[in-house]
């Protein structure tokens, strides 16, 4: 079935460094491909997504690009503020709409210090 | 712009208590789910309507019964609480049914932290 498998964390990271986050998904066909945040004690927010091979998703200084060849959509920001500490989930959804949802990794914890 | 609204915000339950968590939108979404997040577990989908009148079971439902009252609001009851259902309950929507349309988001509540004792 569809799965989405990411880096595990927490991830400890000082202002003004490069992060990534790494997601690779299972799927049959072509799911569209998303990463949400959420902030503490708050929801989940859409922060990127992209619907093809090759698109790249950028939003806030974020982005990830759809590799189908590896199955990846990995999250990048060239210099994390602490303002981006939060938890980031990358999901996917089912072409088919066939599960009527969307399928998330367990998602991964940002902690941006000064 | 309300969105998604949760009701309540917090809730402490006693094993075998019953309670209903409200969700509405004023999107004018077709389609609203119900989610669970635990600790290192990521959201799992509870209950899902595709569209008014209309639910599915999700990814973990035991325990859970759901109401698809109208268009709007989309209501989860735990009819006898236990402490394995202690998470935080979220609801979302979306326009039409995930993977209708390509890069169709779902849009999410605030969540209800809930914890049964």
């Known amino acids: 079935g569809n799965s989405v498998t990411q880096m595990e964390g927490p991830v400890t990271l000082s202002e003004e460094a490069f992060l990534t986050i790494n997601c690779t998904y299972t799927?049959?066909?072509?799911?569209?491909l998303f990463w949400y945040v959420q902030y503490p004690g708050e929801g989940l927010q859409l922060l990127l997504k992209?619907?093809?091979?090759?698109d790249k998703g950028s939003n806030k200084g974020f982005e990830a690009t759809y590799r189908k060849e590896t199955t990846s959509f990995h999250l990048e920001k060239g210099s994390v503020q602490v303002s981006d500490s939060a938890v980031y989930f990358c999901?996917?959804?089912?072409?088919?709409?066939?599960?009527?949802?969307?399928?998330f990794g367990k998602g991964t914890k940002l902690s941006v210090k000064p | 712009n309300a969105g998604v609204t949760q009701t309540p915000k917090f809730q402490v339950l006693k094993t075998g208590q019953s309670m209903t968590l409200q969700c509405a939108q004023d999107?004018?979404?077709?389609?609203m789910y119900w989610y669970r997040q635990d600790p290192g577990m990521g959201l799992r989908l509870i209950y899902y309507?595709?569209?008014?009148?209309?639910?599915d079971k999700g990814e973990v439902p035991n325990g859970y019964n759901v109401s698809r009252l109208n268009k709007r609001e989309f209501s989860l009851r735990l009819e006898s609480a236990a402490p394995s259902q202690t998470s935080v309950y979220f609801c979302?929507?979306?326009?039409?049914?995930?993977?209708?349309?390509?890069?169709?988001?779902?849009?999410f509540g605030d969540g209800t932290r809930l914890s049964i004792l």
């Open positions: 309507s595709a569209s008014e009148g209309t639910t």
């Open positions: 979302a929507s979306s326009e039409d049914r995930q993977g209708a349309q390509p890069g169709q988001p779902q849009h």
């Open positions: 999901a996917l959804s089912d072409p088919g709409g066939s599960q009527g949802n969307l399928i």
């Open positions: 992209a619907t093809k091979a090759d």
């Open positions: 799927a049959t066909g072509y799911p569209s």
């Open positions: 999107m004018n979404h077709n389609s």
